[in-house]
């Protein structure tokens, strides 16, 4: 799959600043163009005492107006012939983001990392997690500023999710000649009260390290670095990315429902909040996005908090 065009997010943050950097060097580096797209609340169409030409003009000097904030605050990071480039839509941010992935075909979306408390995200405050939700194309959260791309660690497990997320592993450190090293996480046994706390904890380990050793590591390319590592899957991941400074963590989508990934958090939604890399979701081709009420009520959210 093609990354063209890329897509980024963005808005006045520092954080999209970044986002918009590394957009532009990927897609320099990959010989693919980049839109920068910025989502913003339609405030104007509730104003039905307008007449339509009044209304119209009200509607492009307020557009005009979101824009050239945007300028302003991201010139100094960003080359103006990006700028002038800019795509601006009316809508909820996760909503018009992916009608934008949508329409052009891209292949890649990249937006900035804020970290939100979990009463935050609730309330409809995180444009990354709410996006994470409704994954149509690998998604790259940029985190802490990185010159370059040197290291990139790759997660993989048993799932159908490991072949996809693997490739576009290896998709980036072909853009620069990076490091890649593969870690599967064993986590610990679970706890049944019935049994002594190890009853069987090194058997289940061992067929563990044995299905990595015949179903994982095959697919692993032969100039990678391969690590096991016991521990909790998103504290495992974010340990070794921190102790291997990793620049970039790469991760499946293993296409869960949005109940289990409202409810009870997923794994690379913990992670977004841990990692001071950047992190790529990848989601596995011909997966449908879900209809998640975050995007049923997109009029509703609309209204409420960021």
Same mark, same amino acid.
């Not at 960003?78 to 009316?90: G, M, N, S």
């Given at each position: =799959? ?36 910025? @989502? ?9 005492? =307008?007449?339509?030409? !009044?209304? !119209?003009?009200?509607? @492009? ?70 996006? !994470?939700? =409704? ?99 998103? !504290? ?25 990934? =409202? ?39 609309? @209204?409420?908090?960021?």
């Amino acid at each position: =799959m093609s990354w063209d065009p890329i897509v980024v997010g963005v808005d006045t943050s520092p954080a999209a600043a970044r986002a918009a950097q590394l957009g532009l060097s990927i897609a320099a580096a990959a010989g693919v163009s980049c839109r920068l797209v910025h @989502a913003t609340r339609d405030r104007w169409s509730a104003s039905s005492d =307008m007449g339509p030409t !009044a209304h !119209a003009a009200f509607r @492009a000097a307020a557009l005009h107006a979101v824009r050239e904030r945007l300028e302003q605050a991201l010139q100094k990071e960003v080359p103006q012939r990006a700028l002038r480039d800019l795509v601006v839509r009316e809508g909820w941010a996760p909503g018009a983001l992916d009608d934008e992935v949508r329409e052009t075909g891209a292949g890649l979306l990249i937006l900035g990392a804020k970290h939100h408390s979990a009463l935050g995200r609730w309330l409809g405050g995180s444009t990354v997690h709410n996006v !994470a939700r =409704m994954l149509r194309v690998p998604l790259l959260v940029a985190g802490a500023p990185a010159a370059t791309i040197r290291r990139v660690l790759v997660a993989v497990d048993a799932s159908a999710a490991a072949r996809p997320t693997l490739e576009a592993a290896r998709r980036f450190t072909d853009l620069g000649d990076a490091e890649l090293r593969a870690i599967h996480v064993i986590e610990p046994l679970p706890v049944v009260p019935e049994l002594p706390p190890q009853a069987g904890a090194r058997d289940y380990e061992r067929l563990l390290e044995e299905e990595c050793l015949k179903k994982i590591w095959p697919l692993v390319p032969p100039d990678a670095e391969r690590v096991i590592r016991h521990a909790a899957a998103d !504290a495992g991941i974010a340990a070794e990315a921190k102790a291997w400074e990793a620049d970039l963590v790469v991760v499946g989508s293993h296409g869960k429902g949005w109940v289990d990934r =409202m409810l009870l958090g997923s794994i690379t939604e913990r992670l977004l909040n841990h990692l001071p890399s950047a992190l790529l979701l990848v989601v596995p081709a011909g997966k449908a996005v879900a209809a998640s009420p975050a995007r049923i009520n997109e009029g509703a959210a609309m @209204a409420g908090v960021h």
